[in-house]
């Protein structure tokens, strides 16, 4: 059986949001641009990831 793959040249792909939650790594946010954000824009142009911190614990959001 064969698959067909389809290929979005870059102009037709969508500006896409990746958001992670950080809750409880120990990760600084110059590690997460240095290993996350930087290498998928760089791969991904049109993908961004942005990082929100849970700062209140159990709290939540």
Known sequence: ????KTVLRQEER????IRLLQDGA????EEI?????????AKYPHLTV?????????EGL
């Open 26 to 29: 120990t990760m600084t946010e």
């Open 14 to 17: 969508k500006p896409t949001v």
């Open 33 to 41: 641009q240095t290993l996350v954000q930087a290498p998928v824009k």
């Open 50 to 58: 942005e990082l929100q911190i849970n700062t209140k614990s159990d």
């Open 1 to 4: 059986m064969e698959t067909e």
